[in-house]
């Protein structure tokens, strides 16, 4: 086993992992919202990106653009709906009503694509970029810069701006905040856009390197859940290391034991932690 | 159609009102009786094609599937997203042993439930601290975690899952059930149906139903009366698991097959959207949900992904407008008419007073 080529790999779908599961940390740590949608939002935001790149002559960076924005219109859709459940904070609810987008997602996605497996070929996939016995290829590279950079924006936003604080303060107590002139409505509204354009965004860089399914969004979710779980509910810098983490587990357990049941033992690990530490890794 | 009232015996020196509320008793029991009678004829009087079977059957499997679910839902407020786990140990419980040993029909329904057991057991103990949507996460990453291993287990069929599931052999003593056909499946389904309503109304009075709304209601209050909460809810979430695993039995003898599909995403969405649409603490909530949706699916159905769409609308409609479930929209629209009748029925009663007391002036 070539160790550091492993190593590559880890940190490649790890920063993957963190990618995608930023939109869900920022939304459950910020505002304390759920989305079980995200899965799905995943599959559409990959799917729209095929469709332009192979239906029209647009190239990747516009068509993902475009993507990202049309996941950002339904994001407002969804958060309009569920305006009241959201201002209640009906966690329940919420759950099951953003589990039901996601099959109404699945099923238009369904009519529009069908059920057969694509790839999104960029020209970033087909660059190789070669150190020794190690290599990895340009739209990696790109995924792992893009992952650090979001992350460290979010942070910096979160805890160092003004609109940061807003948030903070709306998650806390979304009535309260009404009180002191805070517009709670569209900060959830805001929120949940960031969500959907950040979902856009992982699904965008981190599809074309596996074929895509309509049915996929079920299995991509997983990885998001536990490490929303283990990063400690909402925790940013802990869901980028638990991601990176979790991409190092997956690179080196597929490589001694077997490729197949790697989300099954990444869960075991899920399993363990709740029982030996029920609130995960939140140290506030 | 089955209704649980709640008759309080009235003891009496006069006798007559503890002899009405027995006369109510029986009154319901009868109406009770007749009820399912009709529903058990039903199918024939529909023509009793293969079809009809087919959509009775399955109708009254998958409303005890989410019967499973709605106790989790109902008693404990949590939301079960790993419910699908126990209906495929049904299903497999079913299909191994009968197709490896050739055993009959009570000892793979043993295997479904001792193994539902377990497993509830072992994913009550791992989530026993969890709530609210961590719960939910938990179970959702086991089910699709006890999925992959499906898919990618040989020794359970893998993708594939296992064909020729022998037809359903129950051994009655002097006589023996033999069925393939869901015309001959039926009768089975519907006194699954009935046991599985049964053990539920029965849970909803037993102690441990009380202690589970009550930790739900108000856990701290819960507790400083001396209830274990995590215990209550752990409790709740192994007894809800057989339920479902029993309907996932009979549906591995319907199909004759099983296969990584009883993971699928229909049947969870299945399971919520059945009982949202009509109202949680409803016995009837699953039975009514998955006979409005079946026969949408069935008799209206615009091709798979269209249904999907419908489902999922149907889910998030609810959800957003009638929270509280069609049964409950339609009793808060006919209370004004209750509430106006008795009024007038309550001045009458005045009046007659009144008219009495005129009269005895």
Redesign the interface.
């Known amino acids: 086993m070539n160790v550091a080529q492993q190593a590559i790999n880890g940190l490649v779908i790890g920063s993957g992992y963190a990618c995608v599961a930023l939109g869900w940390t920022i939304l459950?740590g910020a505002a304390r919202l759920?989305n079980?949608a995200h899965g799905q939002m995943y599959m559409l935001a990959a799917f729209i990106c095929w469709f332009i790149l192979t239906r029209s002559g647009i190239g990747y960076p516009l068509a993902a653009a475009i993507s990202i924005v049309a996941m950002a219109l339904l994001g407002v859709g969804m958060q309009l709906?569920?305006g009241?459940?959201v201002m209640t904070q009906?966690?329940?609810?919420l759950?099951?009503?953003t589990?039901?987008?996601?099959?109404?997602?699945?099923?238009?996605a369904?009519?529009l694509f069908g059920g057969a497996p694509h790839t999104i070929t960029t020209e970033l996939v087909q660059q190789k970029i070669q150190f020794g016995d190690v290599w990895f290829t340009s739209q990696e590279l790109l995924i792992f810069v893009v992952t650090l950079i979001l992350y460290g924006v979010v942070w910096l936003v979160l805890q160092r701006t003004r609109q940061g604080a807003i948030i903070r303060s709306v998650a806390e107590d979304p009535k309260l905040a009404q009180l002191f002139g805070i517009d709670s409505r569209s900060v959830y509204i805001a929120i949940f856009v960031l969500e959907a354009v950040l979902v856009a965004l992982a699904a965008v860089l981190v599809a074309p390197r596996t074929p895509i399914l309509t049915s996929m969004g079920?299995?991509e979710?997983?990885i998001t859940?536990?490490i929303?779980?283990l990063g400690g509910?909402g925790n940013v810098g802990g869901a980028l290391i638990v991601g990176m983490l979790l991409g190092l587990f997956t690179s080196f357990f597929g490589a001694l034991v077997t490729p197949?049941?790697t989300?099954?033992a990444i869960?075991a690990v899920?399993?363990a932690f709740?029982?030996a530490k029920?609130e995960g890794l939140r140290t506030r | 159609m089955i209704h649980y009232t709640n008759s309080v015996e009235v003891s009496s020196g006069d006798g007559s009102i503890g002899r009405s509320a027995r006369y109510r008793k029986s009154a319901s029991l009868l109406l009770m009786v007749i009820g399912c009678i009709i529903v058990y004829l039903l199918p024939a009087w529909l023509g009793g094609s293969t079809v009809v079977y087919g959509l009775f059957v399955t109708i009254a499997i998958l409303s005890v599937m989410a019967l499973g679910v709605d106790v989790v839902l109902s008693y404990l407020?949590?939301?079960s997203?790993g419910h699908t786990i126990f209906w495929a140990i049904g299903g497999y419980a079913a299909a191994i042993p009968s197709t490896t040993w050739d055993v009959n029909g009570w000892t793979t329904a043993a295997a479904a439930i001792a193994l539902s057991v377990l497993a509830a057991t072992m994913l009550g103990?791992?989530?026993?601290?969890?709530r609210?949507?961590?719960f939910?996460?938990?179970t959702?990453?086991?089910a699709?975690?006890v999925a992959?291993?499906t898919f990618?287990t040989d020794a359970l069929g893998g993708s594939d899952g296992i064909v020729g599931i022998p037809p359903l052999h129950l051994p009655f003593g002097i006589a023996d059930f033999t069925g393939r056909s869901s015309a001959d499946l039926w009768p089975i389904a519907f006194a699954l149906l009935l046991l599985s309503l049964g053990f539920v109304a029965r849970f909803r009075r037993s102690r441990l139903g009380m202690q589970a709304l009550m930790v739900q209601m108000n856990a701290p209050l819960a507790t400083s009366s001396g209830l274990d909460a995590h215990r209550v809810r752990f409790l709740v979430f192994v007894v809800s698991a057989p339920i479902t695993a029993l309907a996932g039995w009979l549906y591995a003898y319907q199909r004759a097959y099983v296969g990584p599909d009883m993971f699928d995403?229909y049947f969870?969405?299945m399971m919520?959207?059945s009982i949202?649409l009509v109202g949680t603490r409803i016995l009837l909530a699953s039975t009514i949900g998955v006979t409005l949706l079946l026969i949408q699916q069935n008799y209206l159905s615009i091709?798979?992904?269209?249904?999907?769409?419908v489902?999922?609308?149907?889910?998030?409609l609810m959800?957003?407008l009638w929270?509280k479930g069609l049964v409950r929209l339609i009793v808060d629209a006919i209370k004004p008419a209750v509430r106006r009748r008795q009024t007038v029925e309550l001045n009458d009663g005045e009046v007659s007073l009144r008219k009495e007391s005129a009269r005895s002036r």
């Open positions: 459950l759920v079980f709906m569920m009241r459940l009906n966690l329940t609810s759950m099951i009503v589990l039901g987008f996601g099959y109404i997602l699945q099923g238009v369904g009519l079920f299995e979710v997983i859940f536990v929303v779980v509910i197949a049941y989300t099954a869960f899920l399993l709740l029982i029920p | 407020g949590e939301v997203l103990l791992a989530t026993l601290r969890t609210e949507f961590v939910s996460l938990a959702y990453a086991a699709v975690v992959e291993i990618n995403m969870l969405t919520l959207t949202i091709g798979g992904d269209g249904n999907k769409v489902l999922g609308t149907v889910l998030v959800l957003v929270p």
